[in-house]
């Protein structure tokens, strides 16, 4: 591990309209137990609001933002147009990702998350960007072998998963020098947990919890905070990525309940 603290970066839902008092909503629910939030980029192929436009808002509320950025919806010229306009903002911190499949049209071809990765040591730290500070890029990454060139971020954010055992084998065998966050995801419904599984095979949903899921929709929310719980209890990550999608409410009135306000963490 490399940081004093077991960081919650918490997810936003992303805003689809030009209204960002739902955004706002979430980060003043969710600030007491979060250290940071991580701002999607046209979230499941939809069109939203910019990520860079949203972290510098929620900057404004003196919260720390990371702007995803999504390589599907990019070329070149459109990515260094990003970088300068988050530098004007004063935004810094990247989640670089592959990106879901758009609901119409197509996937720019032009730019991968490794371009971008190099852009940001090229481009981003030219003499255009003098004065302005220095970009911090993360990656993600399923639960395999970390390939060479990702271990040139700065920070990794892994899958969401559900099996403790599983992280930490994975975790143990992977050298990465920097903070690495576990995926946490709050499994709002039995109709959420079926979609889930009939959407992809990379995320396994215990049968237990969906036992419980079948007659109490807060299952996903106990599970969520008691993962990471043993999470932060192992030692093995730096913190967590937690999406609590539209149970954010109930996700940070039970980790202030569990003692998560920040500054209170054993």
């Known amino acids: 591990m490399t940081a004093s603290r077991f960081e919650v970066v918490a997810e936003v839902e992303p805003a689809t309209r030009p209204d960002l008092s739902r955004v706002r909503h979430q980060v003043g629910v969710l600030s007491p137990v979060a250290h940071g939030f991580l701002i999607p980029d046209n979230h499941l192929g939809r069109a939203t ?13 003196g919260e720390s933002a990371i702007a995803c950025l999504n390589s599907r919806d990019r ?14 903002y004063g935004v810094h911190r990247f989640l670089c990702v592959f990106g879901d499949q758009p609901t119409s049209g197509g996937r720019s071809t032009d730019l991968n998350v490794a371009r971008m990765l ?5 481009f981003g730290s030219s003499e255009v960007f003098a004065g302005r ?26 899958q969401a998963a559900f099996d403790l055992e599983a ?4 975790r143990s065998t992977v050298d990465f020098e920097g903070p690495v ?4 995801l709050v499994v709002a419904s039995i109709g959420m947990a079926k979609t889930l599984r009939e959407a992809t095979d990379q995320i396994e949903i215990p049968s237990s919890l969906l036992g419980r899921l079948e007659v109490d929709d807060d299952a996903g929310v106990e599970f969520a905070c008691t993962l990471m719980e043993d999470l932060r209890a192992s030692g093995s990550f730096d913190g967590v990525h937690l999406v609590p999608v539209g149970r954010y409410r109930k996700v940070a009135a039970a980790l202030e309940q569990r003692g998560w306000g920040r500054g209170r963490q054993p």
């Open 49 to 61: 609001v910019s990520s860079i436009a949203v972290a510098h808002e929620v900057a404004n509320m």
């Open 75 to 88: 070329n070149r010229l459109g990515f260094r147009r990003d970088l300068l306009t988050a530098a004007a």
């Open 118 to 122: 190099e852009e940001v040591q090229t």
């Open 133 to 158: 500070g220095t970009f911090s890029v993360g990656v993600t990454s399923r639960m395999v072998p970390l390939p060479a060139w990702k271990r040139e971020a700065d920070f990794l954010f892994v």
């Open 167 to 170: 992280l930490l084998e994975w």
């Open 181 to 184: 966050y576990a995926g946490v």
